[in-house]
Structure formats: structure tokens, C-alpha cells
């Protein structure tokens, strides 16, 4: 897993996604989006003792001005300081470009993803199993998409289309490029949802998970209702292995903070240090609350060591 020397407990999202699984539980992928704000979402999963991802999506790293290099650097930077023991993911989030994962695996990221979701289906397939072999031969594992995931705010992703995933095609998607990860589209949207209401469609969701084993991601977990969270987690064949939160992340840091506006990271980090705390102290408030009261996972950290 690229050049950097990690930590016993900085794992692959397949090694996490197995106990997630077994456990009955998900665990978050939470998004900082600048690079003071890892601090707090490594604060709080230690406080909670639940495993974690940290995550960043090329789009991301575009919009705040951050290099893979960076935001790498202080998340082993954060884990040393603060002396984190938590299992921890270091997690590549909607990619599309393959020298982004290449430097991002060689960085120290644990886990990427590939999105070719809209791409057609044999495109998606040979684009992401190419990435699937890169990745698998350096240890680090792969998420890919199938079907479109709507957004909102366009942070994340391109499009605002949505288009479900359908379960014979993820069947065979799966088989085909080798992934670990199965990013699904059931109803969920990244961003705010201000116009439609939050929604899963947990037959399809029970049907995708009948017929592949790979583990199967929530995208667009903001603002979603956690008793939807929970039964997809819970479904009898097994469910949502992991649940990306991004948007309530940064709505906590900017009302902390008195600004409506998003940030560049050099802007965050030139804040003075009263004010940056009062919002990694939000943040930090989030990311405790959505582990405790919507993923199941606190406590969990004791599952990786048995």
C-alpha cells in the first residue's frame, strides 16, 4: 500500500467491510473535505471506539485545494498525535481519473474509487476492473459504482441524475472486475435534500444482495432517517457495509463557524485558532452522534483485535 509506513490499526475497507458485515453494523466514511478537519473525525471515532473511514473525493480534493500527498500526510500525521487505536481506513472517495488513484495509492490510501458509473455498463466494467488489478496488486482495495447516485450540490460528484442500480447487472459487474466494494443506487442523493424526500428501496437493495456477496456501500448518507439506516444495515442476507457522510459534516463546521459559504482549506487553516477549534469541536459533536445513534458501530473497535 503505496510507500508509507502505517500504523497496525490503519486497515483495507475490505478488511473493515468484513467485520462491519459480521458485526451488523456500518461503519462511516466520513468526509473532512479541508485537512484541520481530520483531527475531529479521529477524535471522535476514538472517543466512541468505533472503527472509521476518512475519506475525500477527487472532486473534493479539486474544490478545497488539497493533494492526495496532504491530505495523507496529516491523517498519519493526526493518528500518531492523537493516538488513535481505532481500526482506520484511509479512503479515495468518486474518481475518475486513474493517475489520481496512482497517487493517492502511493501516498498511503488504503482504499480508492473508481467511478465509471456513466460510463456504459462494458466500459464501467473494463475501466474498473483494470483499476481493481492496479490497486489489488499494491494491497489496497477497490470501490466501484453501478447505476448513478444523484447529487445535490455537486461537490461529490458531476450529475444530478439518478439511475438505480439493477441487480442482474451488479451481479455480473461484480464477477467481471474483481471489486470489493459495491457503491449502489436505492434512492439516496449526496448533498441536502431540500426538494425530494429521503428514501431506500430495500427490495432492491435485498435483491442486489442476493445474488453478489461483495459489500455493498450507501452513498449520500446525510440527512437521511437512521431507521432507514439500520434496516438497510440489518437486512437478513447482510446489508450496507459502510455509509458515506459528508454534507452534514461541513454544515456543522460552517453554522459553527457563522459562514454560509464553503472555504478553500488554506482558508480554514489561516482562521484564528479559537474559531477553528469552536468548528472541529462541531464536527467532531457529528461524526460522535451519527456513530453512536445511526451506524451501530461504537464499540466496535474490540471486534478487529478478537
Known sequence: MGSVNKPHNVVTLKQASVMAE?????????????????QAVLRAAQRAQSPFICQISQKELERYGIT???FAEEFYLRLKSENITVPAVLHLDHTKVFAVIEEAIEAGFTSVMIDASEQPLEENIRIS??????????????EAELGMIGTTDFIETDNDEELYTNP????????ETGVDSLAVSV??????????????????LEAIRSLTPVHLVLH???????????????????????VNIATDLELALLEALGRKERLT???????????LAVGLAAVE??????????LGSQGHAADFAS
Request: hydrophobic share 40%; proline share 7%.
Open 220 to 242: 449520500g448518507g446525510s440527512g437521511v432517517p437512521a431507521w432507514m439506516i439500520e434496516k438497510a444495515i440489518r437486512l437478513p442476507q447482510g446489508g450496507i457495509s459502510k
Open 68 to 70: 492526495p500527498k496532504e
Open 265 to 275: 482549506n488554506a482558508e480554514l487553516k489561516a482562521l484564528p485558532s479559537e474559531a
Open 285 to 294: 459533536a457529528t461524526v460522535y452522534e451519527k456513530i453512536a445513534y445511526f
Open 187 to 204: 434512492g439516496t442523493a449526496h448533498g441536502v435534500y431540500m426538494v425530494k424526500e429521503p428514501k431506500i428501496d430495500f427490495d432492491r
Open 22 to 38: 459480521k458485526g451488523k453494523f456500518a461503519i462511516g466514511s466520513f468526509s473532512p473535505r479541508y485537512t484541520p478537519v481530520i
Open 129 to 142: 476492473r483494470e483499476v481493481a488489478a492496479f490497486a489489488h496488486a499494491r494491497g489496497v482495495s477497490v
Open 168 to 175: 442482474q447487472e451488479a451481479k455480473r459487474f461484480v464477477e
